[in-house]
């Protein structure tokens, strides 16, 4: 099994910055990708952004294209989500995922990943 845990989340106010991390442990696989996805109440959990562990490809979804980064940490077994010029409609609850067998492109469908982690708050007040 895979485990995953997110923090770094919290009340920010509009326009200023957070950094998510999540951290896998737990088995281990030769080809992976790892993506962040959010889901605000009464919504469906939508893609934000992914990575490719070996590669380093990344892939972005349109309303976060220049304010969020992502990056991964070999040593640390560790995703960071950079989150920049935040928005209120950016409030959300954040989640980590891993998706198995990825080597070139990043999923961005949430029903290609395989474990997730228990998510974090990420509220942007006006």
């Known amino acids: 099994q895979v485990q995953l845990v997110e923090s770094g989340g919290g009340l920010v106010q509009a326009g200023g910055s957070l950094r998510l991390s999540c951290a896998a442990s737990?088995?281990?696989?030769?080809?992976?990708?790892m993506g962040w996805f959010r889901q605000a109440p009464g919504k469906e959990r939508d893609f934000v952004a992914s990575?490719?562990?070996?590669?380093?490809?990344?892939g972005y979804a349109d309303s976060v294209k220049g304010r969020f980064s992502i990056s991964r940490v070999y040593a640390k077994n560790t995703v960071y989500l950079q989150m920049s010029s935040l928005k209120p409609e950016d409030t959300a609850v954040y989640y980590c995922?891993?998706?198995?067998?990825?080597?070139?492109?990043?999923?961005?469908?949430?029903?290609?990943?395989?474990?997730w982690g228990q998510g974090t708050q990420v509220t942007v007040s006006s």
């Open positions: 990575i490719i562990w070996s590669g380093g490809t990344t």
């Open positions: 737990g088995r281990t696989f030769s080809t992976y990708a």
């Open positions: 995922a891993l998706a198995k067998g990825r080597i070139a492109t990043t999923p961005k469908n949430k029903y290609e990943y395989d474990y």
